[in-house]
């Protein structure tokens, strides 16, 4: 059974760094293309950046310069450095994995607010 966990989010002030992380288990981040997500109030689930099974990237134009995708294998573990962080960067941060279908992570809050 795959497991995809987030953890890290939480309340940050504008400029601010956070990191979050997307435990999976079940299955080899390493055989996936994964990404995380985001969903804001009243607004659609919009993709924020990917990483391939090959370790290539694509950041949303709105996250660029200031968020990074990384990996460790090893881990089974995916992560979200932002930096630089924006009220408008406030939402739920989802991990996404595929393996034959996807699976979604059940969502870590970020809120960035003075």
């Known amino acids: 059974q795959v497991q995809l966990v987030e953890s890290g989010g939480g309340l940050v002030q504008p400029g601010g760094s956070l990191r979050l992380s997307c435990a999976a288990s079940g299955r080899p981040i390493s055989f996936s293309n994964m990404g995380w997500y985001r969903q804001a109030p009243g607004k659609q689930r919009e993709l924020v950046a990917a990483?391939?099974?090959?370790?290539?990237?694509n950041y949303a134009d709105s996250v660029k310069d200031r968020f990074t995708i990384s990996k460790d294998n090893a881990k089974n573990t995916m992560y979200l450095q932002m930096n630089s962080l924006k009220p408008e960067d406030t939402a739920v941060y989802y991990c996404?994995?595929?393996?034959?279908?996807?699976?979604w992570g059940q969502g870590t809050q970020v809120t960035v607010s003075s």
């Open positions: 996404r994995g595929y393996w034959l279908r996807d699976y």
């Open positions: 990483i391939s099974s090959g370790g290539s990237t």
